[in-house]
């Protein structure tokens, strides 16, 4: 199964865009482009508050 995590290879801020594309099999640039159009026309503070509540609901990924 599975699982969705926050990448520890792909990752600009805390790695949820690479840990999504991963999950999703897109490239995480395009979800990051996405995220920022959408924060941007929504007036920035949903957008920074709901990956802020993602960054600590995803768990990272574990290192092998």
Request: no cysteine; glycine share 10%; aromatic share 16%.
């Given at each position: 199964?599975?699982?969705?995590y926050r990448s520890r290879r792909n990752r600009m801020l805390a790695g949820v ?48």
């Amino acid at each position: 199964m599975k699982k969705l995590y926050r990448s520890r290879r792909n990752r600009m801020l805390a790695g949820v865009f690479g840990g999504l594309g991963e999950y999703v099999n897109l490239d995480p640039t395009v979800l990051r482009i996405v995220w920022v159009v959408l924060t941007v026309f929504t007036g920035f503070f949903p957008g920074f508050l709901i990956y802020y509540l993602v960054i600590l609901i995803i768990p990272e990924e574990q290192s092998i």
